[in-house]
Every structure is written in structure tokens, then in C-alpha cells.
């Protein structure tokens, strides 16, 4: 009400009762050893009390200069490095790329591979998704979604284990297709990498065990009222900013924005024969996003259930040469991975290493939107609005 | 790269040839360029490239996200192109590969699949761009990133510092003069390190000495 | 009984004891909430220690914090450092003076007895404070704060509580409550249902436990106001914390549960099964407390104090209204 | 059916206590061991006789951790007076395990059948320079390289 300045006084309450001095506000580093900034992220907060007024995300603690490390590689050679960009969901990341690859050497990858891609694509969504929803309930104080969402993790990872060999990394995807052999030698050459015996019978059972555990899920934290009250109208991303930040994935279904690559890009995996709907909540806060996930598995399953019954016949990968020289051109390949759209701008001039691969990731842009959300935050609130965007510092960092 | 000559403002189609098939791609492109007054497009490989020079860079951002409906920023980052190469392999022909900077900025439909790389070149010297953070807000982090790798400077960027890199690192990582460290350091083990056969040399030497060029 | 005794000799004597029976029920909570936690989780908990299902973990970890560096940071203020947790412990350990455990097995007898028991337990905010004010960084500070906020502001409802039991008992002094409540033979919490969920929900912030565990929240402030403390000065803290559970699972068993009192004993059986009784009372009130922590996340501090103002304390009066009205009535 | 406030808490209470009354997951990983996928990339085992020290697998590899020495051995062919053929005799195959970071490069590019995958995990070490397994422990590797997994029909 009156504005003392002299004596620092910013407000006083109508009946005189309670006045509030001008006190300096705190800096507050969060990071980038903190245990909620989901790896080396430093967030320099000017603080009034426990309200954020200033926030400045400071990243590279985790650049490994990705753009600089594919000029120095054969193709092959960036395929084993880029799972290793967002390491929740690895082979999502390979997919991106190797399409690139191919759609510069005019090679059309067999069907069979591509629908193993899809499905091996579709698992590693589930797998990060349901790592959020271990990990975005212990950014709130619950302990006990981590160990649930944890235990049906492990069956995806199996099932990942068994196809590819890696639980994270797989490398497995090939320009041309998928991995065919074990080796290169005479007896290794016909050791076929297709799909393990009981494959399907395996992938059937993880699944109803992943809809068990949504439901599981379900009961524990969407439920939950206290999460509600955590979660419902903090961290909020309007729709608009969610477009000019470049938020993607599900933090930008999150706020309405109805896109999904799967439905955009028809020539990169086969997602137009199968049926699933583009689950968008337009609640802008948190518990949309984390809505937005959980519906996200429970498609994905979906997506899988019916994949691994149009599987079609044929050979693994498409005729390709044994040295891999790809001919001059630019060509930019986006797909949705599940932290949001992945890209990859690659600049060959026809030679075995590329001359430029810009990686786009999606974690990158979702982080650069936190320093708007987080004006008049509490703490335990960007806490919460932190674990929602689901980012990964290898992601962000590159 | 077919580069078409700059198309006059009413027939944006003239510049085709007849012969090569209308894509709805190469339509939009064609369309996003006479908009935006480019120099010229490309549309091959499924990437829209529309060539633009540095001055019009701003006006034809805002054109592309008013008129052509990109208002997503999905990324902005740079090539450098030189002759010699410090890592990796050179450029294709080196010898008449002119020397510049591409900064490359990716916009792309919110709803739908259209997109486009609004593409300007500058020269080596003098590599200043207008920021594009008034027109798109989350362009700032990414030519914070291409200002700190390249050492291009952003005219108009609120706080234009490194990003990824501490404050006090000198140097551009991705520029092609740019050594990378990991690999000077340890030497290649890739050398074949076969040794001769010690015993049948000494054969053949010792042959050769007593019978004259008799040997094996 | 045995008056010959000197008084001191006595008097160190009962606090032994109690001290000792403290942290033996302290230490199998501890072990308790290790183990019935990793169930709930579906994982087993500590297995190796001490031969089978662990027994001895909570003795391990007393004995690899003992054996901890014990510093003190240079921004702290030394002497408030180094008391803060002893004032916590004593906090809750004076709680057992006027605790009953058999019919004539109590330390003191008080006869405004539940008025020295709210007293006394709010003795361990103060530790609390102590310790994050005196912890030199920011982060325990704002533990600290933050505790002091919540525990006052639950300081009310849970007083309230106890008035509601008070007027139904009419007498103030604990062993006159139970055996209220023997005579009656139906243990408060039947009649005082409201009262116990204020004092349940209470008691969870007094403790700072889940879903109240916001001056030591994990995820934001790194461990809060225990942030600086290594060594024996956290066994303390951290053995404060489940003896106020053990404490405060007394208090409750005591106020609604009917104490060392069974149905269907006589008096004289109860003077053997008295303390027995009540242990059991305590591990249901503190297995509660255990389920409650592994289920529930944390709430922020709005929402926090918004509850106990707009919640607690109206239910809590309402519900003295409603017993004395019955009480004159009846 | 109407929302009872607050029954959101209670109905996670109940997953908990359900949990709580069930079998725990976890395994006791001495006693008990879980066997990886026939497929899982453990360990690199190799195969002296096929190796030729072609040293295509050391260039292929991203992390520069296979290091190679070999010397030329004399074969005296059976028949008299035939040519005598020359034949690399492996000095030294060491796989550096601390840099290695199984992307199965080197397996899958090597043309003589002579790295092979194994999905042996228990190989942890104190010191890190222990990492670097040489010839003789990778071909000790080979008895745990088990038969290719049969094929979904």
C-alpha cells in the first residue's frame, strides 16, 4: 500500500498490521551436484525467501562435443556414439540417423527392419517413460513409485537385452536395415541376428505386465490427491511459449500442442498401418505432462501389441556396400523420440566421415523455456516443473 | 544441388524444369522463396533450403513464421566451410570450395509437416548476423551456442555469452581449424606392426651372400 | 514400594532404564522401518547384517556413524552446533516420565501430566532450529525455517487433541486417562475418532515425516537443517528422530489406545503385561507411521500450513465441542 | 461412482499393503545368479588360430582399444621344393576394457571369425589397469561364448 523507501518498508497490510521490509535477495545455487537435476545441470536462482524471482539455467557440464566427434568418424563409428546422447532411450536416437544415412544413399531399408525398428523403438519409449514415472514422483518425496516402476522396467530391458544384445546402448541399427549377422567371418556371417525364439510370447506377457504396472501407477500418483496438489497449475508452459522455446514431445502435448512426429513423418517408420492416437492434455502444468506419459505408455503398448503381429518376412537389411562411402548432399531426419524431436542435419560431401552432423535434440530447447516457467516459483515447485520436462543432461548438453 | 535462378515474384514455378516432377515439396518451397525474396531454393532429399542474404535474414524469418506458418524454432546452427582441414575429411573439391560461414536456421509448422532451412552465407572476416531472438524467443540459447562454436556474432542478442563453455575458454571447437585434442595426444594403434620373419630372412640373406642372387 | 533407596540413587537409576528402553525400542523401529519399508517396496531390505534378515543392521549403522568424521563447518556458529541435537534428544526423552507402563509403573505420576507431555515435545523444534540456523549454508537454513513454521503451526491442533481427550477423561493426569478408559472399557479412540486423525496427522508433522518431511526434503534441499552433521552429532539426530517416534507412538497409544490397559485383564496380570501391552500399542503406531511414509510424497509448504489452519485446528475444536456436549449430556 | 475426497490416499495405501504382503523381486546375487540373454555383449572372447592380424578391427574401433603385434612365420609347405608361405604369428592381442564401450564394431567387422561376443559380466577389477585383458585371458573368454539363440520362426 504506501511505498516507504527510506526505511526500506516495500508494503504495508491495510490495518498497519503486517509490513514487509526490502530485504536483498539470496542466490541460491541448485547444482550441479543436486539430487534433482537429473545429472550435472546448475541452476543460479536469485531467491526472496523460498520465491524465485531470477533463474538461469547454466549448462555444459556434460558436453562432450558430439558435432565435433562426428567429424572424426566413419558412419559406423557415429551409429555406436549417438545411443549415447539421451542414454534413457537408445535406440531411439540411432533411428533418426540411419534414416538420414539412407535417404542420402537413396537405400530403402527392407520392411522387415523397419518394423523390428518400430517395435525395438516402441519398447525403448516405454522404457524411458517409465523411468520418468519412477523419477518425477521422487523429485515430489514419494520413494515408493521408483521401486514399482523400476521392477517393470527390467522386463522392457530384457526384451531390448535379447534382441540387441544392450540393455541401453544396442547398436543395432545398419544403413540399409538392421544388424544382420553376428560377424563377418565365414561361420559368423550366417549366425542371423533376427528376432530370438519366444520373442513374441515374451514381448505379449512384458506388455500386460507394463499395463498391470500403469494401473499400479494409476492408483499410487495420478490418483494421489497430494501429488494433484503438488503437481496441478505449477510449472505452467502456455501454448505460445511452448512454440517460440521449440519445446517438443510431451512436455509441448503437454500444453496442447497437438503434434506428433509419428503421425508426421509417414517415410520414417511404418506408424501409418498401425492405430494409436496422439494423446495431448491442455492443462499446461505438470500433472498434464506426467499425464501426457502415462497415456504415452499405455499407446506405445498398444502400438506394440499390434506391431509384433505384422512383422513381415524377408531379409534384415537391404544391399549395401562393405565401405560406406555416402554421396554428397544435405538432408535433415526428425523423429519423436521420447524426450521430444530428435534431428539430425547431416552434411556429407561424399566421403566416409560426414563434413557436419548438427544434432537436435529435444531436452535442449525444453530447458531453455524453464527460465520463463520459473518466475514465482517456489522451490519444491520447480522441483516439480524440473522433474516434469523429463530432460536428460547428455540430452541438453550433447 | 540444382540452383535455380531467383524466380520473378508472379510465376514462383517458372524456374522447373518441365520435365522434373511438381512434388507438393518442391511447390511449397518455390512459394516459401518468392515470399521471402530468396536468392534461391533447393528441395532435394526431402530438405527445403531456401537461400538467403544476410540483411533479409530477420524480415525473412518473420515472413516464413507469419505468412508460411513456421512458428516453430526448432534449431539454428552453422557450417564452416574452408579449404584446409584440421580434422575429418576436407570438402569435396577443395580447390574452388568458396571460403564462408553457413548459418543455417530450421522453422518448421506446429501443426503440420511443412518446414523449411532458412540458409544465409557470410564471410570469414567479417561473420556478424541480427539475432533472430526478437522473432523467436528460444533462439537464444541456440545462437548463444553457434556465437560460442564458430565465433559468430550475434548483433542484438540480450546476453550473447558462452553457453556451453566456461567464460574463459579460448577458441571456436567447431570451427575445421579446431584440433581435437583426444587425438593428438595418443598415437593411432591402427599402424599395421607386423615384423618381417626374423628366421627366414637370415635364410635368404645368408643364401644370397654365399650363392650370389641364387635366393629364394 | 522400595522407599529405603536414596532419591538420587533412584532417580539415575529410572533414567537409565528409561534410557536404555529408548533406544532398544528405538533401534527395532529403526529396523522395522529398514524392513517393512524394502517390502512395501518389493525389494528385501538389509539381509546380511548380523546373520538373518538383518537384525543388526541399525547396530551396524550406529556404529559406521560413530566412526564418521564429526565436523564442524567453519561457517557455523560451534556451541549452538554442538548442543542442537542433544536439545532434540532430551526433547523427546523427557516425554517417558509420565508415560504409564503398568499400573503403578510410572517415573512420576504428574497430575497435569498430558500438559508437561505437549510441553516437553515441543522441546525438539527448538534442536530443530538450532541446528539449521547454526549450519552456516543456505540450504540447512532453509530447513531449518522451514521447520520452525511447521512445527508450530502444528503445535495447535495437536493441543486441541489433547484438550477433546482431557474433557472425556477429566482428569489431566495420564494413568487417571487410562484407567478412564479401562472403566469405560473402550479405548478413546472410539469416542474421540476425529480428535485421533488430528493427532495422528499432527504427531506425522511433529516428527517431520513423510508427507511432512519438508525441513529434511531430499529432493530440493539435499538433506535440509542435517545437511552439515557427520558422525555421532547425526546418530543423534537421527536416533532423536525414531525415539520420537517411539515417543510420540507412546503418547498416542497412551491418549486413545487404551495405554498398558487390555480387555479382559485384571489389574495384578496387568502389572506383568502392562509394558508389553504398550509395546505392542507403539509398534502399531509406528508400523502406521512407516506405511504412511512409503506411500505418500512430500507437500510444499502453502499447502502445509493451509492445512493445519483451514483443517486441523477446526476440526480439533469442533471436536471439543462435540465431547463436551456429549460429556454434559451424558 | 462419486469421488469420496479423499480416497485417492487410501487407495494408495492399499497398493502398498498388497506389495507389501507379496514376494520381493529382488534376487540374492551371489547365491542366486540371473543369466543374461544368450546375445548380451559381456565380453569379447577371441580365436587365436582364425586371427591373421589383419588389424581391420583396431582401425574400425570408435575408442582406439585394441592394440595388436604380430611377426611373420615361416609354413614350409608339405610338398618339396613348394613355396614357403608366410603366416602372422599373434605377439600381442590386448582389448582394453576400460575404454572399451561395447559397441560390437570390432566383432562384427572382423572377416576371419576371430572375435566372438560372450555374455560373461563378472569380470569387475580394483584397479583399472587390470582392464586390459590379453591374449591369453580373451581366449580363455572362448569357453563362454555360448551357441547362437534358435530363431522365432
Redesign the interface.
Known sequence: MTQLDHRGIVEVSDGGVSVELRGESMTLNIGPQHPSTHGVLRLVAQVDGERITKLEPNIGYMHRGYEKLTEVRTYAQIMALINRIDWVSGFANEVAFVRAVEKLMGIEPTERAQMIRLILTELTRISNHLLFASSFPLELGAFTPLMYAMRDREYVLDLLESVTGGRFHPNFNRVGGIKPAAGGGKTQKNVSLDLPAGFYAAVESAMDRIERSCEELDELVTGNEMIQMRTKGVGIISYEDAIAFGVSGPNARGSGVPIDLRKVEHDLLPYDGLDFDVITQDGCDAFSRYLVRIGEIRESVKIVRQAIHSVPAGPLVAKVPRVLKVPAGRVYVRAENPKGEMGYYVVSQGGRIPYRVKIRTGSFSNISVMSKVAVGLLIPDLVASMGSLDFVLGDVDR | MTDNPSETAESPLEGVSALESVSSLDVFAADLAAKVGAESWTADNGTVHVYVTRDKWVDAAITARDEAELGFFSWLSAIDWSKEVAVGEPAADVDNLEERYEVLCRLSSPVADTAAILVTTLAKDDARLDSLVPVYTGAAWHERECAEMFGIDFRGHPNLIKLYLPQEFEGHPLRKSFALGAREVKPWPGHVDVEDMPSVENVEAAAQETDGEEGS | MIENVPFALMLTFKVVVVLAAMLVVALVLIWGELK?G???????GP?YAGGRWGWAQPLADAVKFLQKEDLVPTAADGPVFRLAPYVMIAGTLAVFVVIPIGPSLVARDLDIGAFYLLAVSSLSTLGVLMAGWSSGN?YSL?GGVRAGAQLIAYELPLVLAVVAVVIEAGTLSLSGIVNAQAATSLPFVVPQIIGFVVFLVASLAELNR??F??PL??????MGYLTEYSGLRFTMFFLGEYAGMVSMGAIIATLYLGGYWAPGLSSDALKFAGPVILLVKIFVVAFLMI??R??????????LQAIAWKWLIPLALFNIVITATLKVVL | MVKFPLIGLFKGLWVTIKTLFRKPVTVMYPDVKETPAPRARGVIALDTDNCTSCMLCVRECPDWCIYIEAHKVAIPSDKPGGRVRTRNELDRFDIDYGLCMYCGICVEVCPFDALYWSPEYEYGEYKISDLLHDKDKLVEWLQTVPEPPALEK
Open positions: 517393512w524394502a517390502h512395501i517396496q518389493a525389494r528385501v539381509w543456505k532453509i513423510t508427507p518431511d519438508l526434503a531430499e529432493s530440493e534441499l539435499t506405511w504412511i512409503w506411500t505418500y510424497p512430500r507437500i510444499r509448504e502453502d499447502q
